[in-house]
């Protein structure tokens, strides 16, 4: 144990070391099982090192929360279906800075409770004590109230992702003003805890940042979640770092700022992929929304489109040279990535050059479809990102769409109209046949109509995905009726 103190900052450095480490591994699908593990190394070394370092630790308080964090997180990881993944995360998320607002809350009341015993009691029992500096005090404000908007925006994030029916999508022309009044009245009273240490302003900071949390979120339209989940990630992150500072620990420090600038890189490069700003996604208004046009409404109904069975899909696919696989959020909903990668298999055996083209933000997250093709198996050097693939699409023969919308949608190129108009695609409207497959013609998470349904070219196929590609796939074995 004494090793263990006298060496902490040793072990701290091999922990930012692996944490590093960790993120080169992430940064592709064939290194990311190492990345993963060293991870896991580093996050112990910081747990044990920090377990030892700390003053007076309460021990069954501290492994009690342990055990039961251990045991909700791997019934959790055990359980959560893939299409539940991105809630999962924006919930993780806000369990970050819900810790980082409950350790500012408890550094403020135990520094408040050694100022209420005196200097003389404490040097009675040897605690040497310094009131908090102007710069404890700043670093608990942006700690704070960080965490606090962290936690708030994720659990709505989490509410909408999961469609919960208090997740309500607000607009109006009150939003932007209300927005900026609480923003405004919050970093006020921020400022006057910073100047005072005045414990009346730091409890009305925090409700503030709370609120703002949740107004900040709630306008933002479901289209854009995917770069709102990366985001909270990069929040979370500098909420953990500013609370380092608050513990004087250095390991956490080091890992919030990897994890923040990571989370803030990423979503820079899926506004890019989306040709938006972070702050006309942020506080710009809504990509898409309820007022969006729909099957019900009258629009979709009047538009032809050209409808097969999964026996016609087969045999197109079954003649082709070429086959690129479009995955979508469709795929995920049905579960359908294995019974995707076994068509692909059989393709191949029958010759066919098969592919998978992958859109930055397609799903609920930043990579959910590159995760669900990993758990299938499929090979990473099938899988090709937008900017591989986009140049081969007017030579591909079929491709086929499970599932997506909006980063297929002809109108981005097209329609300057558009909410989504300059917004890069995946450009499955340039090849010689398309096939999509979709439980309607319902529009996509940003609410808007896709001009590729009605293609002539097109042919859509409805049903469930799962469903639907095992069809395929018996169609091509011969074996479908």
Not at 205 to 220: E, K, N, R, S
Not at 238 to 263: H, K, P, Y
Not at 364 to 383: F, Q
Not at 419 to 441: C, D, F
Request: glycine share 10%; aromatic share 8%.
């Amino acid at each position: 144990m004494e090793m263990i103190r006298e060496y902490a900052d040793w072990f701290y450095l091999i922990g930012a070391v692996l944490f590093i480490l960790t993120l080169r591994g992430l940064s592709g699908p064939k290194t990311a099982i190492a990345g993963n593990r060293y991870g896991m190394i580093a996050m112990a070394i910081a747990v044990v090192t920090t377990f030892f370092v700390a003053e007076n630790p309460v021990v069954w308080m501290i492994i009690g929360a342990m055990v039961l964090g251990a045991i909700v997180g791997i019934a959790r990881a055990r359980t959560v279906p893939m299409t539940q993944m991105p809630e999962t995360v924006a919930l993780m998320h806000s369990l970050v800075g819900l810790a980082a607002v409950l350790i500012a809350v408890a550094a403020i009341i135990h520094n408040n409770k050694l100022i209420e015993l005196g200097p003389d009691l404490l040097a009675a029992n040897g605690v040497n004590f310094h009131e908090m500096s102007r710069i404890h005090l700043f670093e608990l404000f942006v700690g704070c109230f960080v965490g606090a908007i962290t936690f708030t925006a994720s659990v709505f994030a989490y509410g909408k992702l999961a469609a919960k029916k208090w997740a309500k999508t607000i607009s109006g022309v009150w939003v932007k003003p209300v927005q900026a009044i609480i923003f405004i009245a919050m970093l006020g009273f921020g400022v006057h805890f910073f100047l005072t240490g005045n414990m009346t302003s730091f409890w009305a900071m925090t409700g503030l940042a709370l609120a703002f949390g949740w107004v900040w979120i709630a306008p933002v339209g479901g289209g854009d979640m995917p770069v709102v989940v990366s985001l909270l990630n990069s929040f979370s992150g500098w909420a953990a770092a500013g609370i380092g500072f608050t513990l004087e620990n250095n390991m956490l420090i080091v890992a919030g700022s990897l994890v923040g600038s990571s989370g803030a890189i990423l979503s820079y490069i899926m506004c890019k992929a989306m040709n938006r700003s972070i702050i006309n996604v942020l506080f710009g208004g809504t990509m898409g929304g309820a007022a969006a046009p729909t099957a019900g409404a009258g629009e979709q109904v009047q538009r032809n489109h050209r409808s097969g069975s999964a026996d016609d899909a087969g045999f197109l696919m079954s003649n082709a040279d070429s086959v690129v696989i479009v995955p979508g959020y469709g795929m995920a909903q049905g579960r359908a990535q294995n019974a995707v990668k076994e068509l692909a298999n059989l393709l191949k055996e029958q010759g066919v050059t098969v592919r998978f083209a992958i859109h930055p933000v397609a799903g609920r997250m930043p990579g959910h479809m590159n995760v669900l093709l990993a758990e299938a198996d499929v090979p990473y050097e099938d899988i090709l990102e937008m900017d591989e693939i986009n140049s081969d699409f007017p030579a591909t023969d079929v491709v086929l769409v499970i599932g997506a919308n909006d980063v297929v949608n002809p109108a981005a190129k097209d329609d300057p109209t558009s909410p989504i108009y300059g917004m890069p695609i995946l450009e499955a409207h340039k090849a010689r046949t398309i096939m999509v497959i979709k439980r309607s013609m319902a529009t996509g998470y940003a609410g808007l109509d896709n001009d590729l349904f009605y293609n002539d070219k097109t042919m859509m196929i409805f049903g469930d995905a799962k469903k639907v590609v095992e069809d395929m796939t018996k169609a091509i074995n011969g074996t479908g009726h």
